[in-house]
């Protein structure tokens, strides 16, 4: 008999059931009246919940029929098949029951997970990648709307199960994750939302099926823990869900002998554990629905009808998928003649049942329309997921450059580089490879789970041979159970693995528990689902659209819990370099930190291009403050001398803008009639033309009554009277330029044979460099050198670019700005030029500060573009002077460094060293001979500048001399140019 005429027949059947619709009664007088016209038999099978697909025959619509006629069975549970099948049999099924039916549906991420041409909802484990409640409440929201629109009064959903086991071959995709607090937050907020709109959630799998290794669908999992642990773990989020309203709780198939240690007694039939503790313990007043009574975990220890009994006897509201309605029936009524059970039992939970049912609203007529079903079913699915696609990409791992080249793939994608796309477990193009096609002009390999290693091998030497910026690696239909290793053949494994290199970015579509695969990539990213619209946010993110703001939601390869970069594209992401042999720099260092020579540092060296030691240290502040980072940024101080002014003036002289022989005057037409005009150019490089060491500007400009700012020289907001930034809320007027450019011009000029550090000598040569090039001067250096070598957060003005957690404060200055001095340069008179000058103002970190300095070391040459000659930075890094141990610019060893007590800046650095200290704590040097650069960058002026422990502990020499003993302990030198002693 087909289906359709078995409607018919039905259809035609008396509508004795329709007295119970349409029914105003209050939900207690609804409730006896329905009890009242059940038989014994009746009230028992109203605790049964049956099998119902809609992809099945008519021999199953039959049998399904027949338990709703004949036994006024209590709630159907739907499975398999499709809306519109599903709401034809609903309408059907509802229409042939005495009994309004509770229809109940396993859907955990949607309807979408039972039936065709409904789009799912995002696996749970997938939301755990995000904190975002607001999410998950929305969904719930959507889900329960969706359920209630095909006419589902209960969705077993959410699994609050905390995945604490990876091995767990059942419960994996299915959780929010291993921490018990997100799993309890995401719970609350997908059952709320759920039962906001109306339908019954159920929290499973009680009391917690995520420490197994065994699927209870095949046999019954034991977990051995005691009591207090599952207290601390496991019924955690059941607590604060029943606490929240949850509705209802399905119970597992466990084995727990802390809990029940009767042989072969499953949670799911223990009163231990649904009386004891689920409704004495916890408190819960709802529904219990057992797990499916059919799975083997239970079933072959109790089968027929012994399984229901067992389960009513424990505890148990409603009997999940019992094996056979008849048999449940009659052993049940035999467990009440043999007085395991009594019918008053038995009345109390079917009147609990009819509670619910009036509280769902089955006690009104439910026909479900098929108008615009499926469209109206999948209305919100797409937006959900496109908002959880960008909130749980979760960036796992950037490649960590070990040298200052750029011979790694860099993010974001552009069209510009040379581009391929490997979709692995895939032999054609999907909509991720799509887009890289489209977007970026990628070329596109295909390899699937069932290729040989032949055809890997081709695409290998295909890709080496194509020389390409960037191999997308995209890991596709993973399967979302363990089995058979996710699917993932071995061939697929070591074809990767081929492919793994530092220009190859691994993105892993679906479970993020299959990444185990794939610890060793260089660049790893978790996209966790493999639809159009996760494959897309995918392709989005490589372009640089968003920030990557998922964290993990369990532990995988050496990642936990919670990991996750946040790292806006572009900006090198960097982990620490320096193994056991450094152990003594990191004793150093901590020692200095210690005796409070300086909260915290960043401490790189590199030698023969390598880096082979980069670490943070410390604190920002002394005080409770976050940890120093290896991208902090640093105020430079006087390292600014050589890194800004110097670097601009050598690329002035090799291009022939500027003579170093010629005077002052030559280029900066203020100085004439001045006895600054005849000052030659090589003397101020040197520090002996004879200017004043520094001129305390500021003082003028403090109001001698109060002791601060005078206010008719600072305003606390910019304007055109007042343009320059002095520090926050501290704007100088424009005016004064010229007022600190005449005391530079009246201070007194000393002996030009002497040796005088002088800050002056650097703003005049920053003057020089704006005068010839036309540029202020942080403009012409960053577009000559900092933006060529991709050096991100090197420049002044750092506070333009980059949040003030990001840069490491000064000083706690009592005297002149009155402030915390975080992103406003140090010094008062850089700062009084509005933080651009030449003697002081740049910042940095470590790592871009050292793609200047190897440059240095390569000659000139950083990633195949040349930025200086080689004879440029030799004259310019010899010793120059007979008088100092100056170079033109840049400071150098003592010239009796061997012999001397006090060895500057450490005893075994070569003659050739070049490089330069800076009053906040920081230094650079740099050795052609034994190709060894060194970067020490520190706050030691935090919180006064009046502390000198950095240098009385010589700490920056002792790093020094000691990372030169690790590496040249079997001595070898690189390929420096020759020193050039004068």
Known sequence: MRISKLLAIFFLAPLFAQAQYHSRLSEEKWVDSVFKKLSKDERIAQLMVIRAHSNLG???????????????????????????????????YQQIAKTPLMVTIDGEYGLGMRLDSVTRFPYQLTLGATSDTGLVYRMGLA???????????????????????????????????????????????????????????????????????????????????????????????????????????MVAHLSIPSIDNTPNRATSISKNS?????????????????????????????????????ALIAGNDMLCLPASVPESIDAIRKAIKDKKLTWDQIDEKCKKVLREKYRLGLNQEQRVSLENLTEELNAKTDAIRKEAARKTLTLLKMVNPTTFRNDYMQLPLKKTQKIAYVGIGT????????????????????????????????????????????????????????SNNFGISANAIKFWQQLNTDRSITMVFGNVLSVANFCQAHTLVACQENDDIFQNNAADWLQGQFVAEGKLPVRVCNWKYGDGIQLQLGETHLFPVGGERFK????????????????????????????????????????????????????????????????????????GDLELKKKLSDYLSWVKKTNKAKLKIEDILLHQAGLVSFIQFY??????????????????????????????HMYIRADWQDTIRKRILDSPLGDKNKYVYSDNDFIFLGKIVEAISGKPLDQYVKESFYDKMNMVTTGYHPLDRFPPARIIPTERDDFFRMQLLRGDVHDEGASMFGGVAGHAGLFSSAYDLGKMYQMMLNGGELNGQRLLKLETIREFTAYKSDISRRGLGFDKPEKDNATRKDPYPSVRVSPMTFGHTGYTGTCVWVDPQYNILYIFLSNRVYPTRNNSKLSNLGVRGKVQDELYRVLLDSPATGPGFEPQVK
């Not at 503790?277 to 089968?303: C, H, S, W």
């Not at 970026?440 to 069932?450: C, E, I, M, P, W």
């Open 584 to 655: 003594a720099i990191d004793s150093i260092v901590n020692d200095g930190i210690a005796k409070k020579a300086f909260p915290g540092c960043v401490v790189l060296a590199a030698k023969d291009g390598e880096i082979v030691y980069h670490k943070a240290f410390g604190t920002q502040e002394y005080e409770p403050s976050p940890a120093v980072q290896l991208d902090d940024i640093f105020d430079l101080a006087s390292v600014t001398k050589i890194s800004a002014t110097t670097l601009s003036v050598m690329k002035l002289y090799e291009d």
């Open 58 to 92: 008519p021999d199953h619509v039959a049998k399904v029929a027949n338990d709703i006629q004949k036994y006024n069975v209590g709630a159907l549970c739907f499975f398999q098949g499709g809306p519109v099948r599903q709401a034809n049999l609903t309408n059907y």
């Open 699 to 728: 003082k003028e400009t403090m109001d001698k009554a109060t002791g601060r700012p005078d206010t008719s020289i600072y305003a606390a907001l910019p304007s055109d009277r007042f343009p320059l930034r002095v520090a926050e």
């Open 274 to 310: 649904v009386t004891g503790i689920l409704r004495n313990d916890l408190g819960f007043q709802g529904l219990t629905f057992t797990d499916a009574l059919e799975m083997k975990g239970v079933a072959k220890y109790f089968p027929g009808g012994t399984i229901a009994v067992e």
């Open 427 to 482: 032999s054609e193009i999907n909509a991720f490879g799509q887009r890289l096609k489209d977007d970026l002009g990628a070329d596109t390999y295909f390899f699937s789970n069932k290729d040989d290693l032949p055809k890997g091998g081709t695409i290998v030497k295909t890709i080496q041979e194509g020389k390409y910026d960037a191999v997308v690696i995209g890991i596709h239909n993973i399967n979302l159970g363990r």
């Open 143 to 249: 889900v329960g709307e969706q359920h209630k629109r095909l006419g589902v009064h209960v969705n077993y959903a959410p699994v609050v199960d905390i995945n604490n086991n990876p091995n767990n071959p059942v419960i994996g995709y299915r959780s929010f994750g291993e921490d018990k607090d997100k799993v309890t937050a995401l719970g609350i907020a997908y059952m709320r939302g759920m039962q906001d709109a109306g339908i019954m959630a159920c929290a499973k799998h009680f009391p917690g099926h995520g420490d197994v290794d065994v699927d209870s669908h095949f046999d019954l999992p034991v977990i051995k823990k005691v009591r207090s642990q599952l207290d601390s773990l496991e019924l955690v989020p059941f607590r604060a869900l029943i606490k929240a309203g949850v509705a209802s709780v």
